[in-house]
């Protein structure tokens, strides 16, 4: 069974840090780009970011609102992505998912999350 295990997720204050961690289960993650998706109340999904496979073209996206902010990698030998965000604004609060997705369509992601997602929530 194909999983995703979303966790990291915390309450921060505006200006604060989190990381954020998506272990892959029952494939390998290397096979595939990763993106982050996130959601908030009430409003629709926004692509985070997204990083290509292994075995890709190294290639690395971020949404303009978070660019400068968010750092996406990736640890293939612990199968496990990661999403570090810093200097968080409230606007950044939201379920956070990963999800195996072309970095072409992350920010058009309509499928099903194979995981939780990890809540964040950033107020004073």
């Known amino acids: 069974q194909f999983e995703f295990v979303e966790s990291g997720g915390d309450s921060a204050q505006p200006g604060g840090s989190l990381r954020l961690s998506c272990a892959a289960s029952?494939?390998?993650?290397?096979?595939?780009?990763i993106g982050w998706i996130r959601q908030a109340p009430g409003q629709e999904r926004e692509g985070v970011s997204c990083?290509?496979?292994?075995?890709?073209?190294?290639?690395?996206v971020y949404a303009d609102s978070v660019k400068g902010r968010f750092t996406i990698s990736r640890d293939d030998a612990k199968n496990t992505a990661f999403l570090q965000m810093n200097s968080l604004k409230p606007e950044d609060s939201g379920i956070y998912y990963c999800?195996?997705?072309?970095?072409?369509?992350?920010?058009?992601?309509?499928?099903?999350?194979w995981g939780k997602g990890t809540l964040v929530t950033v107020s004073s």
């Open positions: 999800a195996a997705v072309p970095c072409r369509s992350y920010n058009h992601y309509v499928g099903n999350f």
């Open positions: 990083i290509s496979s292994s075995d890709g073209d190294g290639r690395i």
């Open positions: 029952g494939f390998t993650l290397g096979f595939y780009a």
